[in-house]
């Protein structure tokens, strides 16, 4: 998903935040990084601010205007150093996050960034479907722009793999059917049974303790056969003894 996530920085005018932004990107495995008229780029301080990150400056696409940098985005998120007063839906971090994230399995989505001294245009606040602000101090609330690429960046990050774990929690492991499992707890019943363990008169309460312990551990089919084996192995001790 993160592959489909796109940090666009407009108008920036300092190159180290440009290789400051890239670190932060890739530290967080973001790699798509496009910059809309860049005061200076290519350029040595924004390789070494990289920090080891150049090939995300590389890789860089650069665009005289913005609309050919959303080219095919299906979401545009602004991220907006100033709570604005009306007419654009704001988001959180969190939830802006997840919604990018949704939307990126489907295709590219972008997070715009302003510049270091005026931030986004109207114009290009326009071009939005969401703003996101980063809830900082009210009465000093402007990150320097790197930064406020790390944290939403790292948002993405955590979202992502909290994702990536829940779908495969949902993966369900390979367990014995419901048939299976009642084949083995009659094979259980006739062993208690047999070995005098117990007798079906006193043994309901027991057995559903059983199923329940049974049912829990979510057994595979090899391990099923294990505890066939060893009911089998007591059965047979039994019989032998008997005999
Ligand atoms: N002086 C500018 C802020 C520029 S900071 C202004 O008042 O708008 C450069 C960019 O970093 C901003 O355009 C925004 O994209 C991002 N940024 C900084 N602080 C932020 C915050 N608290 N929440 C969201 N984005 C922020």
């Known amino acids: 998903m993160l592959n489909n996530v796109q940090i666009i920085l407009i108008g920036t005018t300092h190159p ?14 973001l790699e798509r990084l496009s910059l809309v008229r860049p005061k200076i780029f290519p350029s040595a301080e924004a390789t070494a601010r990289a920090s080891g ?43 802006c996050a997840q919604m990018l994230l949704q939307e990126a399995s489907k295709g590219k989505v972008a997070l715009l960034f302003g ?13 939005c479907q969401y703003l996101v602000h980063i809830p900082a101090n009210p009465d000093y609330s402007s990150l320097n722009l790197s930064q406020a690429v790390q944290v939403l960046s790292y948002e993405l990050r955590v979202r992502d793999l909290e994702n990536n774990s829940a779908s495969e929690q949902l993966e369900l492991p390979e367990v014995a059917t419901a048939e299976a499992m009642e084949r083995f707890f009659e094979h259980l019943r006739q062993t208690m049974e047999e070995t005098g363990f117990s007798n079906s008169n006193q043994s309901e309460k027991l057995n559903r303790r059983l199923r329940r312990l049974f049912l829990r551990a ?19 001790r039994k019989s032998m003894r008997r005999s």
């Open 218 to 236: 979510r057994p595979d089919d090899v391990e099923l056969n294990i505890l066939h084996g060893i009911l089998s192995a007591a059965r047979g």
């Open 53 to 95: 990150a150049d090939d995300l400056l590389a890789q860089a696409q650069v665009f005289d205007d913005l609309d050919k940098a959303l080219d095919g985005c299906r979401l545009v998120v602004g991220a907006s150093a100033r709570r604005r007063s009306v007419s654009w839906p704001q988001v959180t971090p969190g939830p």
């Open 16 to 29: 180290g935040n440009i290789g400051a932004v890239a670190r932060a990107m890739k530290n967080m495995c």
């Open 115 to 127: 510049r270091e001294s005026s931030g986004l245009s109207n114009e290009e606040l326009d071009r």
